[in-house]
């Protein structure tokens, strides 16, 4: 099943109002934790109506940080970010699963890398630079950033991005857009990140040279499509934007489980072993996983983590986004938490 892990807060530092950065270490003789740069760390509290779980992305790089830590904004009425940010203290113990998410540098080194990032969609990113900066064999990668936030002191990192612009000013450049303060400072819009803007800003750094460019969002659902829709337009390829959101979409509708029409779900786990449930009709594969007591693994719960991934192997499911339903068959990669069985028998391995 599901491996577990338990950590200790060994430091919590504050980064801007409201952010806190926890510096995390293993309890106990568990093996190693890897993770990439980019991904995250599904956190979870355990209640007596069952559990409560909520990805949080590495700021720190396995290649640069001895120690993983997390950065998380607290969110006005959130209660799990609240928790982190107001209550946790160093000393206090954390559980997670394992380290997830595809929001990854390529395995190639790219040629140049453009970013672009709202408030705490920094964090992934911040992971992402320190590898970049740190590869000896990548010092050649042109990076931009675009980030935008509401003034200088809620902008998360602002010193350490300003240290490495300063260190390297012909490889990587940043433009802070600030929507709520006015300043003399350089490097630095007043203004929303808007579709005129992030055009003109593309397009200098783009040059004549399209192709070569990778594009990583993470930002708020808006800004991502407007990113993205500009980028389609002015002719670049699908396969150059990589993005992650945090937020769920509030858009996504969710079915009426009909108990009436039971399906039969199969599937192989991480380790090998194998199990099997029944699904009823309209109810989401996880959902029917947990409520008898089956440990998939999950995060978001609302197909953006990315961490319930499995391979359909047999039978067709609909995968439900909030844009499109998509029927999938044999060979697909679905999300478990909103997937719906749509044949009789349908087999997954994870
Ligand atoms: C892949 C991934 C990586 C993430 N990495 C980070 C990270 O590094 N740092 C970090 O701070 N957060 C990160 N998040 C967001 C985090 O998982 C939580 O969603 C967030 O902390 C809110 O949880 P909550 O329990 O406080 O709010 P909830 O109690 O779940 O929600 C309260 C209200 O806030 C809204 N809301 C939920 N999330 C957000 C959001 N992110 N922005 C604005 N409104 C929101 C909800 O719709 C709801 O109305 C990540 C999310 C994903 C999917
Ligand atoms: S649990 Fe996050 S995508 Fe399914």
Not at 78 to 100: I, K, N
Not at 226 to 241: H, Y
Not at 330 to 339: K, Q, R, V
């Amino acid at each position: 099943m599901e491996r577990k892990l338990l950590w200790r807060i060994i430091e919590k530092r504050w980064e801007a109002p409201e952010v806190a950065t926890l510096k995390l270490s293993l309890v106990g003789d568990e093996p190693m934790v890897t993770y990439e740069p980019g991904q995250y760390l599904p956190l979870i509290r355990e209640f007596h109506y069952g559990q409560e779980r909520r990805a949080y992305s590495f700021s720190s790089c396995m290649e640069t940080d001895p120690q993983p830590t997390l950065t998380i904004k607290r969110i006005p009425n959130g209660w799990f970010s609240t928790w982190l940010v107001q209550r946790v203290r160093e000393g206090d113990l954390l559980m997670s699963a394992e380290p997830a998410g595809r929001f990854l540098l390529p395995s190639h080194k790219p040629k140049r890398l453009l970013y672009v990032a709202a408030g705490s969609g920094i964090v992934p990113i911040m992971s992402h630079m320190k590898a970049i900066f740190h590869r000896q064999a990548w010092n050649d990668v042109r990076v931009r950033l675009l980030y935008a936030n509401r003034d200088s002191e809620h902008t998360i990192f602002k010193h350490q991005i300003d240290a490495w612009m300063a260190a390297q000013p012909e490889r990587f450049r940043v433009t802070y857009f600030f929507s709520r303060e006015r300043s003399n400072a350089t490097h630095v819009e007043h203004a929303h990140l808007s579709r005129d803007l992030f055009e003109q800003y593309l397009l200098a750094f783009a040059g004549s040279e399209k192709t070569d460019i990778l594009t990583y969002l993470c930002a708020p659902v808006p800004l991502m499509r407007m990113v993205r829709m500009t980028m389609r337009t002015l002719g670049f390829a699908d396969k150059q934007i990589i993005q992650e959101t945090f937020t769920p979409d509030p858009r996504l509708q969710r079915r009426q489980a009909d108990p009436s029409r039971i399906h039969r779900i199969i599937v192989t786990l991480r380790n090998g072993h194998r199990v099997a449930f029944d699904a009823y009709a309209g109810e989401t594969i996880l959902r029917a996983a947990l409520r008898q007591s089956i440990s998939l693994p999950y995060t978001c719960k609302s197909g953006i983590c990315l961490s319930c991934l499995a391979r359909c192997v047999r039978g067709e499911v609909e995968v439900q986004f909030v844009e499109q339903t998509k029927r999938e068959g044999s060979g697909a990669w679905i999300n478990t938490c909103i997937s719906y069985a749509v044949s009789d028998e349908v087999e997954l391995v994870l």
